[in-house]
């Protein structure tokens, strides 16, 4: 079992109400979602599994039966944010999610399942949307 990796993403006050960012690590694009309502916070990969578009920070949130949901804007493949997997199509894949931590009104996401190195004297943290 791998030992977290907490990654500095932003303070509270830089994400949107309702909404998500797209965060670069490495790499790779990371989700990073907070429902205001809820008080609630989540991450996945940006990447759409259904036509591999970076696209699921900028879709909808909502819920499935308390299940916490992301909608891609492209053709509306709905995904689980706490394990994955698509809500609405089960011949589509599952997404990659990942655990946030907001500590003192700082975000931090668990980068420890993504398997990149961030090349050194490069900047960790960059909001790409
Ligand atoms: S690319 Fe995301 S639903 Fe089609």
């Given at each position: 079992m791998s030992s977290q990796n907490w990654f500095h993403v932003c303070s509270v006050q830089d994400m949107p109400?309702?909404?998500g960012v797209c965060v670069k690590y490495g790499d790779h694009q990371?989700?990073?979602?907070?429902?205001?309502h809820r008080n609630e916070w989540y991450a996945s990969q940006n990447l759409c599994p259904h036509k591999q578009q970076m696209a699921l920070s900028r879709?909808?949130?909502g819920s499935q039966q308390?299940?916490?949901?992301?909608?891609?804007?492209?053709h509306k493949k709905?995904?689980?944010?706490k394990d994955g997997h698509c809500l609405n199509d089960e011949t589509c894949g599952s997404i990659a999610v990942y655990e946030v931590r907001v500590k003192d009104g700082q975000v931090y996401i668990d980068v420890s399942?993504?398997?990149?190195?961030v090349p050194?004297?490069?900047p960790a943290?960059?909001?790409?949307?």
């Amino acid at each position: 079992m791998s030992s977290q990796n907490w990654f500095h993403v932003c303070s509270v006050q830089d994400m949107p109400h309702n909404g998500g960012v797209c965060v670069k690590y490495g790499d790779h694009q990371i989700a990073l979602y907070y429902f205001t309502h809820r008080n609630e916070w989540y991450a996945s990969q940006n990447l759409c599994p259904h036509k591999q578009q970076m696209a699921l920070s900028r879709g909808m949130l909502g819920s499935q039966q308390g299940e916490p949901k992301v909608a891609c804007p492209f053709h509306k493949k709905t995904f689980s944010l706490k394990d994955g997997h698509c809500l609405n199509d089960e011949t589509c894949g599952s997404i990659a999610v990942y655990e946030v931590r907001v500590k003192d009104g700082q975000v931090y996401i668990d980068v420890s399942d993504i398997e990149q190195e961030v090349p050194a004297g490069e900047p960790a943290s960059n909001m790409c949307s």
